[in-house]
């Protein structure tokens, strides 16, 4: 398995404009994570789906960004409109959760976004 | 809310000396408890994951440890190797089946000196 695999690796984008994020998750993961990376706060949870269903988005900053999850093979973070605040390192993970056991989880490489 | 603090922010000591590192979570009612290893400007690998009813799990030089009575956790890591310079990262998992997420801690720096 090739792992998660998030797109593009870096994004460079001027404050205003719109931003989306790509995440594969692992084939047979039922659970997607968005978390985001500064220096200052750390990794920070956005957003959790099980089985394709969003089921704690309380960390997502503001009506400004939202996630989807239209399969299990593919999510998307998106930001309109973007503002500098913004820039950080976005991680995509998956894992296989059941009751009672926990696989782990797998992160991709990350998304830097710089927000001009 | 739960909280994962993790002491030193940074660590340097001489290649092959053994080492431990810290972390201190504020629920204990956790599911497990987990290490992740970064290295700069990649993303996060996962080390050793423990069970709420494990108290320690090994991989190779590493030895992780569970207490969650005190809310504590440590990694430790025998021999050290340049290679083993990153930031370690734990996070603990909610105990809560269908809200399942992890909260992380600041990270520990770690660099081995040749």
């Known amino acids: 398995d090739a792992g998660v695999i998030q797109s593009p690796r870096h994004e460079v984008t001027e404050m205003g404009q719109e931003v989306t994020l790509r995440c594969k998750p692992i084939?047979?993961?039922?659970?997607l994570f968005w978390y985001r990376q500064t220096m200052m706060r750390g990794l920070e949870l956005l957003i959790y789906f099980n089985n394709n269903v969003p089921i704690d988005d309380s960390g997502m900053p503001e009506d400004r960004f939202s996630a989807k999850m239209p399969n299990a093979s593919f999510s998307t973070l998106k930001i309109q409109p973007s503002e500098p605040r913004d820039s950080a390192v976005y991680f995509c993970a998956s894992s296989f959760l059941a009751s009672g056991y926990d696989y782990g989880y797998t992160f991709g490489s990350g998304t830097r976004l710089t927000v001009v | 809310k739960q909280e994962v603090t993790q002491i030193p922010a940074a660590l340097s000591v001489p290649e092959g000396e053994n080492l431990v590192l810290n972390c201190s979570f504020t629920d204990s009612a956790i599911y497990n408890l987990q290490w992740f290893r970064q290295d700069p400007g990649k993303g996060l690998t996962s080390l050793l994951l423990?069970?709420?009813?494990?108290r320690e799990q090994t991989s190779g030089r590493l030895n992780a440890s569970l207490d969650k009575s005190s809310g504590r956790s440590t990694l430790y890591i025998a021999a050290s190797q340049p290679g083993d310079s990153a930031t370690y990262l734990c996070a603990a998992e909610d105990l809560n089946f269908g809200n399942e997420k992890l909260t992380f801690g600041t990270g520990t720096r770690l660099t081995i000196i040749p």
């Open positions: 423990i069970q709420s009813s494990q």
């Open positions: 084939s047979g993961h039922n659970s």
